[in-house]
């Protein structure tokens, strides 16, 4: 019976791994240097979790199954429910600020079609228990920094920000209420898939016009920070802390150096209902429909749960639309196999010498590796090159008349003898001779 | 609303994760050491993937659900026969050896109880294409260097060994064709737990009082190796094959330095129904009744799939057990939270300048980090330690007169003066001079 992989998902052939790791690596590499801890939940949660936040109509997206004890589950299709539930957990033993990072992987049921996996992972970063938008701007460095670590720069790449009060102000200029803006968010986050027809449409069908929907609409797409934020300012009190707060987050990105991958953007509010502070989203500069990562300031988050009040800023940032922009702007590296070192035998009854040598250099740590049939030594050349061995290590008569051993730097094409037991005690340094 | 974690799921807060990190880690270097590539697979496969290997009867043991376009699926439980697909689907393309190793994650739906895991990692390891039990010899190397890796010797650990060519012309020996095998492996595997009475309870049930079952426990408990190679070479051709390739696994198991950890023994067959040559399994000395790893040679795997013959042998070691036993023995590590530099302010209007230095350094790759609150700077030397930091930097006046930093090694609790220049040049180099 023939069973193909199923549909939406990827297998990981070594090629593969290798490009997954590199970007795992950068990942990882990047969180720890901003002195994020990594951490991990489990596949699953209760489906509860998931709908408290995003309500029922997310169940047609996710993958749900009982157990035997009649409990519902759902494969987790985002992080952010799982984090909420860790730290609310434990909010009054944390030490403060909570910075951490994971790499989940997660599912969701997408109807299987060409693009859309059913299966990704997702690198999310996080800072829970700081109101200070220093936060904000920490977090927003650290994904400037993952994009420069991958050699992208402003001309690549842009991180769009707004942030939620500022909108909300925006919205009030105009006579609709906090009350009344969710729809206007949805709207304000797709206006550049929609265009300004359909946007200015479903706008009317939405507030009516008595609401002036081209002047929202200037601000969406002509309008200058300045002027936006001369306009939040007017709207009274919270207007103007939302202009200070902007303005404190925009000072920290500059001391951070990474406003040059910044532009203010009205149009980013991120769908989803729980941000209460500074938004961003990144786009590559060619393809800006889709974007490779979307973050902001969620304050309510823990109390969904019924725990204490943490207030928290952080972003996820998808592998696969990740790898699709590095692939379009060419950054993606070719990784090849790699070993150390390739032992050889000039003569078949050298063999178990060759296993004793692999089990001495392997337990120093060098990736290395024999060939499993007695061929000849051109044969054996061959394969080490095929493997990618940055040395071969020949086994012949001169181990067994003085126990020495030829070492060849297959990529200098050089070679040299030397002593078995010099070899043994310090290899790294054995094979720098040559 | 309040929400637990899923029963028998975990939670790996940092600490849980450095550990799992560390023992990651390990199991990547040592394989990398023997020349293996990395892989994956999905965490959920076509449910019929799981029950073409092991019958319906797993299909309890699964966590399974239908997408909406009725497609049957079932999160893994196990690695192989994702393995084996992906190996059937391209058998014809991979170079041979394959010498693939994964750390996938996978459930069981197992009932919840203290103990009992329905979510959890297992290593495996596996060799394909290769006939020659240098592969099985190879597979049990890895294994014994991952021991080695963290600490363990032949005092605490024992790899059992048999192969079911033995246990098959042993079987044979006392009147048992291949045919009738199966009942006497899976009593022959439980033999330990079941304990004599029992066993020869079941056995005389399964085989009635004719077939000589205390010959067989006779060979099971007190029989040398030599005593049943002997036995076996006397049951025919076939035997006499069991015997050699035994014999020839033995060696190569001497070449690569690890027989001090290998036992035979003849009660180790495997349950499941695939192993076709060599089985092995590891226990720690003092906790034999649970393995820590189990595996051994599968030649049918992929013909299963419709693909190809492709033999191998492999293993699979989960990180529970392992750890559990580590943690029996003493060998866990004590991993702290770890930062390279916490930068201090001897004064807030400086603060910007500690963004900016922890900007350069994170971008050196360094582990940098500070206050988010601008506190005194005995406070902040005490953040500091709590997190771990080897370095403290502190931006005072000397930097506002002659742009020097102060750095103090938080290890040895001495400090000294280097210029910000030199620091932000070669900072490894800088703070090696404290």
């Given amino acids: ?50 709908t408290i936040k995003s309500g029922d109509e997310i169940v047609s997206q996710l993958f749900d199954f009982e157990d035997r004890g009649g409990r519902r589950f759902a494969i987790r299709p985002e992080m952010t429910p799982t984090l909420a539930r860790m730290v609310a957990a434990r909010a009054n033993s ?66 769009k920000l707004s942030s939620r009060p500022i909108a909300t102000a925006v919205l009030a200029s105009i006579g609709i209420e906090a009350s009344q803006a969710d729809r206007a968010f949805q709207l304000i986050d797709r206006y ?44 009274g009190e919270q207007g103007v802390a939302a202009r200070t707060q902007f303005e404190s987050l ?18 980013i509010v991120r769908g989803l209902g729980y941000y209460t502070g500074p938004v961003f989203e990144v786009f590559g500069r060619r393809s800006e429909l889709r974007a490779v990562l979307g973050g902001g300031r969620y304050d309510d988050l823990t109390t969904m749960l019924d725990g204490p009040r943490v207030p928290g800023v952080g972003f996820g940032m998808g592998d696969a639309p990740m790898m699709e922009l590095l692939k379009e702007l060419g950054k993606l590296p070719e ?50 090159s095929a493997r990618g061995a940055r040395y071969a290590l020949v086994v012949g008569s001169e181990y067994v008349e003085r126990r020495e051993l030829t070492v060849k730097n297959l990529e200098r094409g050089e070679q040299i003898i030397v002593p078995a037991d010099d ?7 054995a094979l720098q001779r040559v």
Same sequence: chains 1, 2.
């Avoid at 507030?207 to 929202?216: A, I, Q, S, W």
């Avoid at 063999?351 to 007695?374: N, P």
Wanted: charged share 30%.
């Fill in 1 to 50: 019976m023939k069973i193909q992989a199923p549909p939406g998902m990827r297998d990981f052939y070594p090629a593969d791994m290798r490009l997954q790791n590199w970007l795992f690596d950068a990942w990882r590499r990047v969180s720890r240097s901003f002195g994020f801890s990594e951490y991990d939940g489990p596949i699953f949660e209760f489906l509860d979790l998931f």
């Fill in 94 to 159: 944390l030490p403060r600020p909570i910075k951490w990072f994971s790499i989940p992987r997660m599912c969701r049921a997408e109807k299987p079609q060409r693009g859309r996996l059913r299966e990704f992972y997702q690198w999310n970063a996080d800072i829970l228990g700081v109101d200070d938008v220093l936060a904000d701007a920490e977090i927003i460095a650290v994904a400037v920094a993952f994009l420069r670590e991958v050699g992208l720069t402003p001309e690549d790449v842009v991180v």
């Fill in 192 to 235: 550049d898939k929609l265009g300004p027809n359909e946007f200015r449409r479903q706008w009317n069908e939405a507030y009516g016009p008595d609401v002036p929907g081209e002047r929202l609409e200037r601000y969406l797409t002509e309008a200058s920070l300045e002027q936006c934020l001369d306009l939040v300012a007017a709207a």
């Fill in 250 to 267: 925009l000072a920290h990105l500059e001391s951070f150096g990474v406003m040059p991958f910044c532009k203010f953007d009205l149009r």
């Fill in 335 to 384: 990784l090849e196999e790699e070993l150390d070192i390739f032992i050889i035998d000039a003569d078949p009854q050298l063999f178990a010498t060759v296993q004793e040598l692999a089990a001495a250099l392997r337990g120093h740590g060098l990736a290395t590796d024999f060939s499993y049939k007695r061929v000849g030594v051109s044969k054996q050349f061959k394969q080490a």
């Fill in 423 to 429: 070899l043994l005690r310090a290899p790294q340094e």
